[in-house]
């Protein structure tokens, strides 16, 4: 399954500066793991960018992610 992150934001919708958070969406879809209706203008990027501003993202979204995406255990070595 591809995943892809996309944003919730302010009314000044499509400015990269108004993302309120991140949400984890299935393929292209508008409704987040979470449940919340996302717009079609909003920003989208990559699922594996979740790591980078974790204080940006959806709690449930990334729990529920995490449920859905594969360990792979070389990936989790320090």
């Given at each position: 399954?591809?995943?892809?992150?996309r944003a919730e934001t302010a009314?000044?919708?499509?400015?990269?500066?108004?993302?309120?958070?991140?949400?984890?969406?299935?393929?292209?879809?508008?409704?987040?793991?979470?449940?919340?209706e996302l717009s079609p203008a909003?920003?989208?990027?990559?699922?594996?960018?979740?790591?980078?501003?974790?204080?940006?993202?959806?709690?449930?979204?990334?729990?529920?992610?995490?449920?859905?995406?594969?360990?792979?255990?070389?990936?989790?070595?320090?």
């Amino acid at each position: 399954m591809m995943h892809q992150m996309r944003a919730e934001t302010a009314p000044a919708a499509g400015d990269p500066d108004s993302v309120v958070s991140w949400h984890i969406v299935r393929n292209a879809d508008l409704t987040a793991l979470c449940g919340k209706e996302l717009s079609p203008a909003a920003p989208v990027q990559d699922a594996t960018r979740w790591t980078l501003d974790p204080d940006h993202n959806c709690h449930t979204c990334g729990a529920l992610y995490l449920r859905e995406t594969p360990y792979l255990p070389g990936e989790h070595t320090g």
